[in-house]
């Protein structure tokens, strides 16, 4: 039974082969040699899928009514994507949180929104490119690649700026001064310490909150109207990868996140500033 090998032994054999790829003759040697060293793994064997697809459409009796249908999805999302989301009974701050979910919701979508255009133009476009002329998929490519450059040329002239609060700006810059300053002087005392930590403790676990149901919000209006007539549109048009995906669940992460400094860093921060 062959002994695995130490590590200056791989590091070794890769110098090898490295070598054997600059002494090799002909270009096509020294690609044969490179894909040996880089190895198989599931994105080669999707490149092999797709590219043993010949068709441009893999169900082109099913193509136009896939096509409408997104395009459908698509209006119902612009419209009411951003709209306000019902809010828990946060008593006078309920006008605040509704504005802040309502600006990251907007995020969210509007991002999700111009990333499903931009791949749908562009896998119309390549398809439209390998069919046959005077084939009806060409016809029919044509005619949706059309219709989506128009709705794409549409949300063009809608922006998609990341909400000012988490952005940044001149009045985030000042306000970050000011409390830069504040906190200064609240490192002086121990019970200004106290109260400097609890306040970022809450702020972090607003902005923890608002980012947790803002990507909830996002989402549940996403699945409601683009998830299937997207899924749809890509079994109907076939070999194309995995449908664009939206940002909820990164935001979520990001919610995890500030949650676990609220909840742990600063309280441990504060500890050792008290016993420092």
């Known amino acids: 039974m062959d002994e695995p090998l130490s590590k200056p032994a791989e590091l070794l054999i890769d110098q090898i082969d490295a070598l054997r790829v600059l002494r090799a003759d002909t270009d096509e040697e020294k690609g044969r040699l490179l894909e040996q060293i880089g190895g198989k793994g599931v994105v080669e064997q999707e490149m092999v899928s797709q590219m043993s697809a010949i068709r441009p459409l893999n169900h082109p009796e099913r193509f136009e009514e896939a096509h409408r249908m997104m395009m459908r999805s698509i209006e119902v999302l612009d419209r009411n994507g951003q709209r306000p989301a019902k809010m828990p009974r946060f008593g006078p701050l309920r006008p605040v949180a509704q504005w802040l979910v309502q600006q990251v919701t907007r995020w969210i979508v509007r991002t999700h929104l111009n990333r499903v255009i931009s791949r749908i133009c562009g896998l119309y476009e390549k398809r439209e490119?390998?069919?046959?002329?005077?084939?009806?998929?060409?016809?029919?490519?044509?005619?949706?690649?059309?219709?989506?450059?128009?709705?794409?040329?549409?949300?063009?002239?809608?922006?998609?700026?990341?909400?000012?609060?988490?952005?940044?700006?001149?009045?985030?810059?000042?306000?970050?001064?000011?409390?830069?300053?504040?906190?200064?002087?609240?490192?002086?005392?121990?019970?200004?310490?106290?109260?400097?930590?609890?306040?970022?403790?809450?702020?972090?676990?607003a902005l923890s909150w608002v980012a947790l149901y803002s990507a909830s919000v996002a989402r549940r209006r996403i699945r409601l109207s683009t998830d299937q007539p997207l899924k749809a549109l890509w079994e109907t048009i076939g070999a194309a990868g995995t449908p664009p995906r939206d940002e909820s669940y990164n935001f979520a992460v990001y919610a995890i996140i500030l949650l676990v400094l609220s909840w742990i860093v600063i309280p441990l921060a504060i500890w050792l500033a008290i016993t420092a």
């Open 129 to 205: 490119a390998n069919s046959e002329w005077s084939h009806l998929e060409h016809s029919m490519l044509r005619r949706a690649r059309l219709d989506a450059r128009r709705v794409q040329a549409g949300s063009a002239n809608q922006s998609v700026g990341l909400p000012t609060f988490l952005l940044g700006g001149a009045a985030l810059t000042s306000v970050a001064s000011g409390l830069q300053s504040l906190a200064r002087s609240a490192l002086d005392s121990t019970i200004g310490v106290i109260a400097l930590g609890i306040a970022v403790v809450f702020v972090l676990g």
